[in-house]
């Protein structure tokens, strides 16, 4: 038998068990089913820098010459075969908590890159209060490229609309909750 596959979970939310981390929980509990280890790196409260766009990546011999609690993150994402970037939808985009995490990915696709993420699986969750599906196309559209900038598969997204208030996703999001439990079967 293997070694235990591993799906880290980037929360970008500022609320601890809010909607989104409701709809990570459920990917999660669909991953553990597989036998998935699952990893929480709850973004709110670390100390992650905006990327600078210095292009000194790796000169350090860490990514980033930045030194924060991205060093963590990159620990758990190089772990990983699965990452998933779970966020709330702020102004039509990632929320400010998991922003600098997403955008200091940049190291990893630089053609010096010294180390390389592999071959690994991309899931999307997010949660907005909008009404319209639409108001993800943004998210989609930076998530999806970023996947393939760095040659990640897309196993999928779960983007729940509808749902702003504490406790919405558990009340009324169920359609979403059970996609993103069998999205987790499924990698």
Known sequence: MGEKKVLTMLLGSPRKEGNSETL?????????????????????????????????????????????????VYEDIEAADVVAFVSPLYYFSWSSQIKPAFDRLLPFGAKAAPRELGKKKAVLLAAAGDDEAGVFDGLRATYRLTADYLGWENAGEVCAHGIYTRGEMAEKGTAWLEAAKELGGNL
Request: proline share 2%; glycine share 10%; net charge positive.
């Open 24 to 72: 990570a929980d459920a990917l999660a509990a669909g991953a553990a089913e597989k036998g998935y280890e699952v990893r929480k790196v709850r973004l709110a409260g670390m100390t992650l820098k905006g990327c600078l766009d210095c292009r000194r990546c790796w000169s350090t011999g860490s990514p980033c010459i930045q030194r924060d609690d991205m060093d963590k």
